[in-house]
């Protein structure tokens, strides 16, 4: 029988009855399967910051000694109540889950207020506490939604177990893959569900290592560590051609196979079909990755494997990232000297923990292409100016756009490209291909975004052009 590690995403877990039905109780038998869940939408974003606007969350408060951060937990926990109330109609289940997440919000708060206390004495900063406190704030999202899954299924009858990874109870301890083996070993999946949390507390700390992207990075590793025969992730729409919400839902197609070549180009734009570290762990132990639609379960949904070759060389998927930084950096004296320029601008961009999605460079100059929150961008900006005060820099907003195949022709994509971007009225800003014939990337201004994913889509996705580019 097929052995499955899934994921189900943070989207989906809001729409809990669609879950229930299309994924838990669709299989004859529920066993021979663990899932990896998220926290229900926008709860991270609470706890942490938003992951798009940068909007502060319970962490971002405190680190800014904002004392509204006591406010955001008590609206934290009625919004987490209101969550239950809306999963369990029996009253008993209700309390049962209203008094675990309380419990966890409550034991949270006093701890941060005992750290603040602390770091009142001048041998104690908040800065040296901040990573830890950021970790365990992380935990409770999916600590909460797993919680509410496994006592759910057990209301069905179902044997699911509560898998908890978070560390909060501290009886788990070493690196991840020690954490995970210690937590499976009792654990029989052909008569027990896991319902696992997507955060681990480990010596090499999630959060710290893989930021945001830390419950694929548990979801692969338990699919490694325990020898799974596929892993599924669960998301809210198909791995398809272009986003839905840009070309139109009737215009897309789901991508159906590929390989990690293309997963990890995906992920460098933010558009993660997997994180390329998980990705990683799936591609070395030959796990084969589906991903589903929540909201279609009869359809199969993109499989993505080590071994998969396409048959004709194709364009599989337009994808893009807006609101992208330019950082251009010029100077007629850089000659010889651009890898230590580049090495020092490396150096601001990992301290101001900004995202870099791509780069470019000739003699006498160096543009990175950056995203990040705007405070965080501006500092870069600034710290940038600072360091090279002889050398012109610019900095303005930006879309990239790749064209990504598992194998293409790059001349062709890019020629086809371009022609099919000026005739919609759009100049390229930059093209960029490489030997590696698996994407070609435009730059066009951020204003035309949506315009260019459109011309882009149209010209590689219509009747006459799915036939292979050659």
Same mark, same amino acid.
């Given at each position: 029988?097929? #052995?499955?590690?899934?994921?189900?995403?943070?989207?989906?877990? +809001?729409?809990?009855?669609?879950?229930?039905?299309?994924?838990?109780?669709?299989?004859? /038998?529920?066993?021979?399967?663990?899932?990896?869940?998220?926290?229900?939408?926008?709860?991270?974003?609470?706890?942490?910051?938003?992951? &798009?606007?940068?909007?502060?969350? @319970?962490?971002? %408060?405190?680190?800014?000694?904002?004392? +509204?951060?006591?406010?955001?937990?008590?609206?934290?926990?009625?919004?987490?109540?209101?969550?239950?109330?809306?999963?369990?109609?029996?009253?008993? +289940?209700?309390?049962?889950?209203?008094?675990? @997440?309380?419990?966890?919000?409550?034991?949270?708060?006093?701890?941060?207020?005992?750290?603040?206390?602390?770091?009142?004495?001048?041998?104690?900063?908040? &800065?040296?506490?901040?990573?830890?406190? &950021?970790?365990?704030? /992380?935990?409770?999202?999916?600590?909460?939604?797993?919680?509410?899954?496994?006592?759910?299924?057990?209301?069905?009858?179902?044997?699911?177990?509560?898998?908890?990874?978070?560390?909060?109870?501290?009886?788990?301890?070493?690196?991840?893959?020690?954490?995970?083996?210690?937590?499976?070993?009792?654990?029989?999946?052909?008569?027990?569900?896991?319902?696992?949390?997507?955060?681990?507390?480990?010596?090499?700390?999630?959060?710290?290592? #893989?930021?945001?992207?830390?419950?694929?990075?548990?979801? +692969?590793?338990?699919?490694?560590?325990?020898?799974?025969?596929?892993?599924?992730?669960?998301?809210?729409?198909?791995?398809?051609? =272009?986003?839905?919400?840009?070309?139109?839902?009737?215009?897309?197609?789901?991508? *159906?196979?590929?390989?990690?070549?293309?997963?990890?180009?995906? =992920?460098?734009?933010?558009?993660?079909?997997?994180?390329?570290?998980? =990705?990683?762990?799936? &591609?070395?132990?030959?796990?084969?990755?589906?991903?589903?639609?929540?909201?279609?379960?009869?359809?199969?949904?993109? %499989? $993505?494997?080590?071994?998969?070759?396409?048959?004709?060389?194709?364009?599989?998927?337009?994808?893009?990232?807006?609101?992208?930084?330019?950082?251009? $950096?010029?100077?007629?004296?850089?000659?010889? !000297?651009?890898?230590?320029?580049?090495?020092?601008?490396?150096?601001?961009?990992?301290?101001?923990?900004?995202?870099?999605?791509?780069?470019?460079?000739?003699?006498?100059?160096?543009?990175?292409?950056? /995203?990040?929150?705007?405070?965080?961008?501006?500092?870069?900006?600034?710290?940038?100016?600072?360091?090279?005060?002889?050398?012109?820099?610019?900095?303005?907003?930006?879309?990239?756009?790749?064209?990504? *195949?598992?194998?293409?022709?790059?001349?062709?994509?890019?020629? !086809?490209?371009?022609?099919?971007?000026?005739?919609?009225?759009?100049?390229?800003?930059?093209?960029?291909?490489?030997?590696?014939?698996?994407?070609?990337?435009?730059?066009?201004?951020?204003?035309?975004?949506?315009? =260019?994913?459109?011309?882009?889509?149209?010209?590689?996705?219509?009747?006459?052009?799915?036939?292979?580019?050659?």
């Amino acid at each position: 029988m097929t #052995y499955t590690v899934e994921k189900i995403g943070g989207t989906s877990m +809001s729409a809990f009855d669609a879950v229930l039905d299309n994924i838990f109780l669709r299989p004859a /038998s529920p066993y021979n399967r663990v899932f990896v869940v998220s926290a229900y939408g926008g709860i991270t974003d609470a706890l942490l910051e938003c992951k &798009r606007t940068g909007e502060p969350g @319970i962490y971002q %408060l405190v680190a800014k000694r904002d004392d +509204s951060w006591i406010e955001a937990f008590h609206v934290l926990k009625q919004r987490l109540q209101l969550i239950n109330g809306n999963m369990f109609a029996d009253p008993l +289940s209700r309390t049962r889950a209203d008094n675990f @997440i309380c419990s966890r919000v409550d034991e949270a708060q006093n701890c941060i207020t005992n750290i603040l206390a602390t770091c009142q004495y001048g041998q104690f900063t908040l &800065r040296q506490y901040l990573p830890q406190i &950021r970790e365990f704030l /992380s935990s409770i999202g999916e600590a909460h939604s797993a919680f509410n899954t496994a006592l759910k299924l057990r209301t069905l009858d179902i044997n699911a177990r509560f898998v908890d990874l978070s560390g909060w109870d501290n009886t788990l301890q070493g690196n991840l893959d020690s954490v995970i083996s210690s937590a499976f070993k009792d654990i029989d999946v052909s008569t027990e569900l896991p319902i696992v949390t997507g955060y681990a507390y480990c010596d090499e700390g999630l959060m710290k290592t #893989y930021d945001r992207g830390y419950s694929e990075i548990t979801f +692969s590793r338990i699919a490694c560590n325990t020898s799974a025969d596929l892993a599924i992730i669960h998301k809210e729409y198909h791995l398809s051609s =272009a986003d839905p919400r840009i070309v139109g839902p009737e215009n897309v197609l789901p991508i *159906g196979q590929s390989n990690f070549d293309v997963a990890d180009q995906l =992920a460098n734009l933010g558009m993660e079909a997997i994180h390329p570290n998980a =990705a990683s762990g799936l &591609r070395q132990n030959n796990i084969p990755l589906q991903i589903k639609n929540t909201f279609e379960p009869e359809h199969k949904g993109t %499989l $993505i494997s080590k071994a998969y070759q396409p048959e004709a060389q194709k364009i599989e998927i337009i994808a893009g990232k807006n609101k992208v930084f330019a950082l251009h $950096i010029f100077d007629q004296a850089m000659v010889g !000297k651009i890898d230590n320029v580049s090495y020092e601008l490396m150096e601001i961009i990992a301290d101001e923990r900004v995202n870099l999605v791509g780069k470019e460079m000739n003699a006498n100059s160096i543009t990175y292409y950056l /995203s990040g929150a705007s405070k965080s961008l501006n500092q870069m900006l600034y710290r940038a100016e600072k360091r090279f005060p002889h050398s012109t820099i610019t900095g303005h907003m930006v879309a990239l756009i790749s064209a990504i *195949g598992s194998e293409i022709n790059t001349n062709t994509t890019l020629s !086809k490209g371009v022609l099919a971007l000026m005739s919609h009225d759009i100049s390229p800003i930059a093209v960029h291909s490489s030997m590696r014939n698996v994407n070609v990337q435009f730059v066009v201004k951020d204003n035309v975004y949506e315009n =260019a994913i459109r011309a882009l889509h149209q010209e590689f996705f219509s009747k006459q052009a799915r036939k292979q580019v050659a």
